[in-house]
């Protein structure tokens, strides 16, 4: 069946650093890709999507690209900021199930 | 105007008690989900709606009954309440039942069975 594979957490990094987040999925047919952020205490928020291969979501200086070849959809961000610490979820829909399929989660911790 | 919102926030309960949990969406979408999240934060869809007709029912125990009196609510009704439903229940909707567009979330309902 579908499924969505990202990476384990807790990722702590320092302020301003590099993240990636790797997703990939499995999926019949052409599924649409998401990534949600979750906050302490909150529900889940849209991050970005994209709907097609090669499409590129980006928001709020995050970015992941649609990637068929390799069935991914990386999350990546230049700079994080301390605000940007919250639980990431890579999601698929979109494949004739009716749902949205999550992955696991991932915690990002950015200290100061 | 919240988009898609649940009560209660937060309900403590003992083990055997029946409870309910609300959801109304104000977004005009057709389609609505019930999922629950562990405490792994590992989301699994529940029940899915589509203009009031049941599409998905996921393996979800008989003590779970969900109730849709119109394309705008979506509640959520437990029997028998057993200390492995705590959990943080989430309502969520989309336009369609495709899953081509996003879904929204509510804020979640964090049920404690003690």
């Keep these: ?112 | 105007d919240t988009a898609v919102s649940q009560t209660p926030k937060y309900l403590v309960t003992q083990m055997g008690n029946d409870k309910s949990i609300k959801c109304e969406q104000n977004l005009g979408h057709d389609t609505m989900y019930w999922y629950k999240q562990d405490s792994k934060k590992f989301l699994k869809i529940m029940f899915s709606y589509n203009n009031k007709e049941l599409i998905i029912n996921e393996t979800v125990p008989n003590r779970f009954s969900p109730k849709s009196p119109d394309k705008a609510h979506l509640n959520l009704h437990i029997n028998s309440l057993e200390l492995g439903d705590s959990a943080v229940y989430f309502c969520a909707s989309s336009q369609d039942s495709s899953g081509s567009t996003e879904a929204f979330f509510g804020q979640g309902t964090r049920l404690t069975v003690v």
């Design chain 1, 1 to 112: 069946g579908d499924s969505v594979t990202q990476m384990e957490g807790p990722v702590t990094l320092s302020e301003e650093a590099f993240l990636t987040i790797n997703c990939t999925y499995t999926a019949t047919g052409y599924p649409s890709l998401f990534w949600y952020v979750q906050y302490p205490g909150e529900g889940l928020q849209l991050l970005l999507k994209a709907t097609k291969a090669d499409d590129k979501g980006s928001n709020k200086g995050f970015e992941a690209t649609y990637r068929k070849e390799t069935t991914s959809f990386h999350l990546e961000k230049g700079s994080v900021q301390v605000s940007d610490s919250a639980v990431y979820f890579c999601a698929l829909g979109g494949s004739g199930t009716y749902k949205y399929i999550f992955g696991t989660g991932t915690r990002l911790k950015v200290l100061a």
